[in-house]
T-cell receptor, first 114, second 117 residues
Framework: AQSVTQPDIHITVSEGASLELRCNYSYGATPYLFWYVQSPGQGLQLLLKYFSGDTLVQGIKGFEAEFKRSQSSFNLRKPSVHWSDAAEYFCAVGAGFGNEKLTFGTGTRLTIIP | GAGVSQSPSNKVTEKGKDVELRCDPISGHTALYWYRQSLGQGLEFLIYFQGNSAPDKSGLPSDRFSAERTGGSVSTLTIQRTQQEDSAVYLC???????????????FGPGTRLTVL
């Protein structure tokens, strides 16, 4: 069975600073990987996803993530954070092709300080 | 167009009562999912419907939980004899799987916050 680990429960960064959120997965085959963001009181919004091809994936809101098979990682990055990026971020893995349920990490809460 | 909608947005109930949570998926989406988001537990998969196929119920935590999807659209998640540990946010998602293709994006609703007293 697949699993996802987000080792950082809470991260605080200054506005304008760079950001990297860590995600490690466990899955026996090529995974389908996702990053979702959840703002307070809101549902989950997809930031980006990786299925195959280029290992550097661009998403919405200036986010990107890099798939590294050798490290079983799919870290999320942003070069300069904005106060509106404060939210909870979830990494997820899906098996696809008939096993579409997503397995989520426990999330990383991002706080932005002025 | 309209996204996934869920009702009610908040539900407070007493231990032992039954509750029904409703999900309206995006029009035309054939796949529908229920997840539960609990404090300290993250997001857990509960059940998955795809078209007319038998649902994948592998995530339901007990036989007190059931779900149905009528007419391939609206879904209702029912929790019988609620317990305090059922308190959580219940999220619904829908997608439009591409035949033979990779996993399609799941679009999530805002959730129903259930509190069992």
């Amino acid at each position: 069975a697949q699993s996802v680990t987000q080792p950082d429960i809470h991260i605080t960064v200054s506005e304008g600073a760079s950001l990297e959120l860590r995600c490690n997965y466990s899955y026996g085959a090529t995974p389908y990987l996702f990053w979702y963001v959840q703002s307070p009181g809101q549902g989950l919004q997809l930031l980006l996803k990786y299925f195959s091809g280029d290992t550097l994936v661009q998403g919405i809101k200036g986010f990107e993530a890099e798939f590294k098979r050798s490290q079983s990682s799919f870290n999320l990055r942003k070069p300069s954070v904005h106060w509106s990026d404060a939210a909870e971020y979830f990494c997820a893995v899906g098996a696809g092709f008939g096993n579409e349920k997503l397995t989520f990490g426990t999330g990383t809460r991002l706080t932005i300080i002025p | 167009g309209a996204g996934v909608s869920q009702s009610p947005s908040n539900k407070v109930t007493e231990k032992g009562k039954d509750v029904e949570l409703r999900c309206d998926p995006i029009s035309g989406h054939t796949a529908l999912y229920w997840y539960r988001q609990s404090l300290g537990q993250g997001l857990e998969f509960l059940i998955y419907f795809q078209g007319n196929s038998a649902p994948d119920k592998s995530g339901l935590p007990s036989d007190r939980f059931s779900a149905e999807r009528t007419g391939g659209s609206v879904s209702t998640l029912t929790i019988q004899r609620t317990q305090q540990e059922d308190s959580a946010v219940y999220l619904c998602a829908s997608s439009s799987p591409t035949s033979g293709g990779p996993q399609d994006t799941q679009y999530f609703g805002p959730g129903t916050r259930l509190t069992v007293l």
